[in-house]
């Protein structure tokens, strides 16, 4: 325990007093050079316990950033060494720039969670060398493009989960997914997604939950037929105009069948609307 307290103290004191972006108390050790940080803004005068800098005591900080502001690459207020040890981060508030370059440097990165941040564009690939990545968390903002998005060096890449719910998407390219084969949560809901094809999620032959509720989806157009191990299919309109469906499957065979039946509706709806 006394091992402990001296870590944790030594980590408060090597913060710039003349810094108030990381208050003590908003910092918490649990031993072995695990750290969850909570920072205001950026992270100037953060720095690692020298021990926590060798092989022998790799560190894990949980990372939250609120209200973050713009991210210099050449900033010298920044411990490089800080930011590779860590394996969750969260931001609060407006994210204030395109770029993600901040989290590009997370080279250690396992889970990150940009919720709710205003974001309307990412440039680039920001996760291609984020080998690491497990869980993404991008809903709540208002992103319409995520074309090359999901772009990664290492094949096939680790990330497990992905939400994309409550953004302004309409179209997803043939290829969106095509490197992120190991996806098994994959949450579309609440976007403004108007078709589907079979290529769409061709690649992702380990995806067990599929979230599509409240788009714009008129044709499924064979789109979950490639999925073989999926269990969970969730679809519902909110369209008071069109059918109200609302879906959860958990048999290959009944997802299958379940596609069919909805592309018959949909037709059926479309014939009802060219007569009237």
Known sequence: MAAGYATVVF???????????????????????????HCHGDIHGLKLPEECLSSNYPANVTLTLDNPSIFNE???KIDWSLLSSVVSFRAIGKWPQESLAMVEKMDGLTKLYLSGNQIKHINGSPFYRLFYLEVVDLSYNRL?????????????SKLQKLVLAYNAIENIPDDTFDQVTFLVELDLSNNSISNLNNMTFSQLSQLKVLKLSNNNIFDLDGAINSLKVLRHLYLKETNEEEPHLIVQATDERLLVMISKILEAIEKQTKLIKAIR
């Open 74 to 76: 050449s900033d010298p």
């Open 11 to 37: 980590l408060l004191a090597s913060v710039t007093l003349g810094s108030c972006s990381c208050p003590r108390d908003w910092m918490h050790s649990y031993g072995n050079c695990s750290y969850a940080i």
């Open 144 to 156: 319409s493009q995520i074309k090359n998005l999901l772009q990664m060096e290492m094949q096939p």
